[in-house]
């Protein structure tokens, strides 16, 4: 089960672009905030991921947090967490927030509430 989407059943969507397809590269990191929506993009292993830009536990942000194999460790308490779909691989604090990548032109970004 992946936890994305976080939203309310039977509201209006739309696309928010986060980035230009040919600026993505390996190792490629950036931090949108815009309105409620805190979150990050980035490009590991040819693996693109949208997660929310703080870890759940204490809220330290993870913009360069070390990722391996589809695994982000909080850089705070070592906190691991599955980027495909949210599990805290420790079991001890809420899921990280991850959100399905959607692709519109040569854009990439997320599906949000209206």
């Given at each position: 089960?992946?936890?994305?989407?976080?939203g309310k059943?039977?509201?209006?969507?739309?696309?928010?672009?986060?980035?230009?397809?040919?600026?993505?590269?390996?190792?490629?990191?950036?931090?949108?905030?815009?309105?409620?929506?805190?979150?990050?993009?980035?490009?590991?292993?040819?693996?693109?991921?949208?997660?929310?830009?703080?870890?759940?536990?204490?809220?330290?942000?993870?913009?360069?947090?070390?990722?391996?194999?589809?695994?982000?460790?909080?850089?705070?308490?070592?906190?691991?967490?599955?980027?495909?779909?949210?599990?805290?691989?420790?079991?001890?604090?809420?899921?990280?927030?991850?959100?399905?990548?959607?692709?519109?032109?040569?854009?990439?970004?997320?599906?949000?509430?209206?």
């Amino acid at each position: 089960m992946k936890l994305c989407g976080w939203g309310k059943a039977n509201m209006a969507t739309r696309f928010l672009a986060i980035e230009k397809l040919i600026n993505l590269r390996d190792g490629y990191r950036k931090r949108l905030k815009i309105d409620q929506w805190d979150v990050v993009l980035l490009q590991e292993q040819g693996d693109r991921y949208v997660i929310q830009s703080h870890c759940p536990h204490q809220q330290h942000p993870l913009l360069d947090a070390n990722v391996e194999d589809g695994v982000i460790t909080c850089p705070y308490h070592q906190y691991r967490f599955d980027m495909n779909q949210g599990i805290n691989l420790e079991g001890v604090c809420a899921p990280l927030r991850c959100y399905d990548t959607v692709y519109d032109g040569n854009a990439i970004g997320i599906m949000i509430d209206d």
